[in-house]
């Protein structure tokens, strides 16, 4: 089985939503925070899905009042969504979504 990922593509959400419509690998996180802590999950088959993953993120903002932001790069083969994948977005004000 080889590591490449044929094709790249990017999702981008302001609140959760579905990230990819059919079967996908989950590869990178980029996001954007300010306020309070919260968390980003990764579902298989939409809102009511299987979660895959969640990751927490950190307070939001610095001393001069500018959001955090951060990326999570997943590690081999990215996370694999058999049906369709979905983000659900707490406290998380922007999200790019890398897949393949």
Do not use: H, W
Request: include cysteine; charge should be negative; proline fraction near 3%.
């Amino acid at each position: 089985m080889s590591d490449f990922i044929g094709s790249v593509k990017t999702t981008r959400l302001t609140s959760s939503g579905a990230v990819s419509a059919g079967p996908s690998r989950i590869l990178s996180i980029y996001y954007v925070s300010d306020g309070t802590a919260g968390s980003i999950t990764i579902k298989d088959g939409g809102t009511g899905g299987t979660s895959m993953a969640v990751f927490d993120v950190g307070v939001g903002g610095t001393s001069a009042g500018e959001p955090i932001t951060y990326q999570i790069d997943l590690p081999g083969q990215g996370i694999r969504c058999e049906t369709s994948s979905y983000a659900t977005l707490s406290n998380v004000d922007k999200v790019t979504v890398i897949y393949g």
